[in-house]
C-alpha cells in the first residue's frame, strides 16, 4: 500500500518589519547553541537490552541473545528498568506491539535503533507504559494486506516520540490521546497515512491533564488533516502547545477532498483551551478550496484561550478560520501579507471572521529552518522554489561546523539517496529542486507557473 507522491505545488515566505522578504531566511530554535538535556539525550543508560526481528522470547535480551521487540516491549518480568536502553537492530519488525514499558521522569526507558541501523516496523506501535522515548525507528504498513490502522497509538503519560518517521500507515499516522499526558512528538516526518476516512489525520489528538507538545515535525500529504486537535463531548482539548511545525499538502492523497486543513483545533460541542500556535510553517498552493488553519469547530461554542504568535501561514481560501474564542493573543505573525495588527483587526472574537487576503508574489527562494534539539547538528528546512528556479541555498552557521560530514535528506524520501551530501567547508549548503514527482498516482498535478515547495532534513553524520 505505498503511495509515493509529489509534494504539492505552494507558495509561503518569512517576513520583516517591511514586509516579504524574498531573500533566504533562517529561522533557528532558541536553544541552538546549546543542545538541550531533555528526555532522550540523558546520560548513557545503567543497562543495556537488545531486541531483533529474529530475536526470541526466551533469549536474555543480551547483544548475543536478543529478545523479539513485543518481548522487549512488553516487559513482563519487570527486566528493563528506568534508565535502562533497549537497541533494535536493523530489519523489519513485523507486528501490533503493545509497549508497557514504565520508566520515569526522571529516568525515562530509551527505545532506539542501534547506531547506523534503520530498524522499521510494520505494522503499529501501542505506547502503553509510562515515560518511553521511542525515537529514530520508522514506523509503516507498506506491505500488502496490512489491516487499516494506525500507525502508533499514545495510551500512556510522558512518552516523547522523537525524529521518528511515521508513513503510509492505514489510518492516522500517529494518535495521540488523553491517557498521553505531559507527552511530546517531536521531530517527526509524518506523510501518507490514511486511506479512506476523513478521520485519517497525519497527527490526531486530544488532551484533558498536563500538557501535550506537537513540535517541529514534518506533517504532509496526509488523507485528511495535517496536525487534528478534536474532541467531542466527554472528551477535552486544552493545555496543547503546536511549535515549529512544517505542514503542507494535506489531504492531497485523498480522491475527493485533495485538500484539508494542515492544522485544525477545534471540538464538537466542547471548547478548546490554552492553546500555543508558535513558530509554525503552513502553507497550500494557490489552488486550495479550504482553510489552510481553522481554530474553533463548532459554532455553538465559544473556546477559551488562544496564543498565536511568530507564524508563517500562506495559501488556503482563507488561509486561516478564527470561529469564537473568548481571548486571542497574537504577535509577529504573518498571513499571506498581512501583518499582526490587521490579524487582530480581522478576527475579533466571538464573532467568526475569515481573512480573505492575496498573496505576496514569491520571486527567489526562500527557506525555513528548524534546529532539532534532540540531535546536533539536525534540522528541519522548507524550501520555497519560485517558477523556474531550481537551486537553492541553505544557511547552516551554528549547526555545522567546518570539517563536518553532512547529509540533506528529503522528507519524503528519508532512506533514499540524499539531496546533497559533503564536508562542510563554510558558507551556504544548496539543494536541487526535484525535476520530477518521487510517485505520485493519487498526488494532484504541480502548477508549473506556481512555487513549490519541497523539505528536508539537514543531518550531520561520522
Known amino acids: 500500500m505505498v503511495r509515493r507522491r509529489a509534494i504539492d505545488t505552494a507558495t509561503t515566505a518569512l517576513s520583516d518589519a517591511n514586509g516579504w522578504r524574498t531573500l533566504p531566511i533562517l529561522l533557528i530554535a532558541a536553544a541552538l547553541a546549546v543542545a538541550s538535556p531533555r528526555l532522550g539525550c540523558q546520560a548513557p543508560s545503567s543497562t543495556a537490552y537488545f531486541a531483533a526481528p529474529t530475536g526470541l522470547a526466551t533469549n536474555d535480551g543480551t547483544r548475543e541473545q536478543p529478545w523479539d521487540l513485543q ?47 534503520r530498524a522499521t516496523i510494520e505494522g503499529r506501535l501501542n505506547a502503553y507504559g509510562a515515560f518511553t522515548v521511542f525515537r529514530d525507528f520508522e514506523v509503516t504498513q507498506s506491505r500488502a494486506g496490512t489491516r487499516r490502522q494506525r500507525g502508533i497509538d499514545v495510551r500512556g503519560p510522558g512518552h ?61 500529504d496526509n488523507f485528511a488533516y495535517g496536525i487534528h486537535v478534536y474532541g467531542v463531548v466527554g472528551q477535552a ?34 471548547p478548546a483551551d490554552d492553546i500555543v500556535i508558535s513558530h509554525n510553517l503552513f502553507f497550500y498552493d494557490t489552488t486550495a478550496r479550504t482553510p489552510n488553519v ?19 501561514i500562506i495559501g488556503g ?43 505576496t508574489p514569491i520571486a527567489t527562494p526562500v527557506v525555513f529552518v528548524r534546529a532539532n534539539r534532540y540531535e546536533p547538528g539536525r534540522a528541519n528546512v522548507a524550501v520555497i522554489f519560485p517558477a523556474g528556479r531550481t537551486t537553492a541555498r541553505i544557511p547552516v552557521a ?35 529542486r526535484i525535476a520530477a514527482s518521487l510517485s505520485a498516482d493519487t498526488a494532484p498535478k504541480r502548477d508549473p507557473s506556481s512555487p513549490f515547495l519541497e523539505a528536508f532534513v539537514l543531518q550531520r553524520v561520522p
Open 71 to 117: 518481548t522487549a516491549l512488553a516487559n513482563r518480568s519487570a527486566v528493563v528498568q528506568p534508565g535502562d536502553t533497549i537497541w533494535l537492530a536493523g530489519g523489519r519488525y513485523v507486528g501490533d506491539f503493545r509497549s508497557m514499558l514504565h520508566g520515569t521522569a526522571e529516568q525515562p526507558i530509551v527505545v532506539r535503533p542501534s547506531p547506523s541501523a
Open 237 to 270: 482539548i486544552r493545555q496543547v502547545t503546536i511549535d515549529g511545525n512544517i505542514a503542507f499538502g494535506n489531504g492531497s492523497i485523498s480522491p475527493h477532498d485533495r485538500t484539508k486543513s494542515n492544522l485544525l483545533v477545534g471540538g464538537d460541542g466542547i
Open 160 to 220: 516523547r516520540f522523537i525524529n521518528l518517521v511515521v508513513h503510509d500507515a492505514g489510518s492516522s499516522g500517529i494518535g495521540f490521546w488523553m491517557e498521553g499526558s505531559d507527552a511530546e512528538v517531536y521531530g517527526c516526518l509524518v506523510y501518507h497515512n490514511g486511506t479512506a476516512s476523513s478521520l485519517d489525520h497525519g497527527i490526531y489528538a486530544i488532551n484533558r491533564e498536563g500538557r501535550k507538545t506537537i513540535a517541529d515535525n514534518i506533517v504532509f
Open 294 to 312: 481553522r481554530l474553533g469547530y463548532d459554532p455553538k461554542i465559544e473556546n477559551g484561550d488562544l496564543a498565536m504568535h511568530d507564524n508563517v
Open 317 to 359: 481560501k482563507p488561509p486561516v478560520a478564527l470561529l469564537r474564542w473568548r481571548s486571542v493573543k497574537t504577535a509577529h505573525n504573518r498571513i499571506d501579507g498581512v501583518d499582526d495588527a490587521q490579524i487582530a483587526g480581522s478576527f475579533v472574537p466571538p464573532r467568526a471572521r475569515l481573512a480573505r487576503l492575496a498573496s
Open 398 to 432: 551554528g549547526l555545522l561546523r567546518p570539517g563536518e560530514k553532512y547529509v540533506i535528506r528529503r522528507a519524503e524520501d528519508f532512506f533514499g539517496a540524499p539531496a546533497a551530501s559533503g564536508v562542510y567547508a563554510g558558507g551556504d549548503l544548496q539543494v536541487v
